[in-house]
């Protein structure tokens, strides 16, 4: 046997002892890798007994009501001396108009961290239940719907007629001289669109 063929020789033996192994493989498709675990979006946080929440829409339908003549948004916070003092003046205005066909809705523009600060002020002055809360993300839509001229100062009140209509704003604090004429022309049919602002900051 030639060199060559000795050389030959020996590289059939060890393409034969060593298989397969030693021609390369051809991969198959890669299997994905897995993922690290996404964590699971929180949870929305439960609301506290005795508050709901609400968006303009569905507060506007409420002026929208079969035999509701106008609706009257007051809209405070707990952290609002000024609202602290005006609510229970509003609370009494609502009683003495209450066959009139007006409704009165309480709205809280606290956050969720003041949540209970704004029930317990409601339960002190022994306000209507459930607090009313403006839903959480909506704030920006809320003001808009309310007006667009409202510089979201509090306490603020909002006349809508039945239908969803804008009829007079009242912005920062208002004595009872200041409202009880509007409504009085509003049930008669007179018109009282307009705005009153008190001349001092808004909270």
Avoid at 60 to 81: F, K, N, Q, T
Avoid at 134 to 157: C, D
Wanted: with cysteine; proline share 11%.
């Amino acid at each position: 046997m030639t060199r060559g063929g000795v050389v030959l020789a020996l590289v059939a033996a060890l393409l034969t002892a060593c298989g397969d192994d030693v021609v390369p493989r051809k991969r198959g498709p890669q299997a994905p890798q897995p993922s690290a675990a996404t964590p699971p979006p929180p949870s929305a946080a439960k609301l506290p007994d005795g508050l709901i929440t609400i968006d303009a829409p569905a507060l506007l339908a409420r002026a929208r009501a079969p035999g509701v003549r106008g609706l009257l948004v007051s809209v405070w916070a707990s952290w609002c001396g000024s609202c602290r003092e005006e609510l229970p003046l509003l609370f009494q205005m609502r009683d003495a108009f209450a066959t009139t066909g007006l409704d009165w809705a309480f709205v809280s523009g606290d956050d969720p961290p003041g949540y209970d600060a704004a029930l317990k002020l409601m339960h002190e002055l022994k306000g209507p239940s459930p607090t009313v809360v403006v839903a959480p993300g909506t704030m920006g839509a809320f003001k808009r719907a309310m007006s667009p001229s409202w510089r979201g100062g509090i306490p603020a009140m909002f006349l809508f007629d039945s239908t969803g209509k804008l009829r007079h704003l009242w912005e920062g604090p208002i004595l009872e001289h200041e409202i009880a004429p509007v409504l009085q022309a509003f049930l008669a049919g007179e018109a009282v669109d307009g705005e009153t602002r008190t001349t001092g900051p808004a909270q």
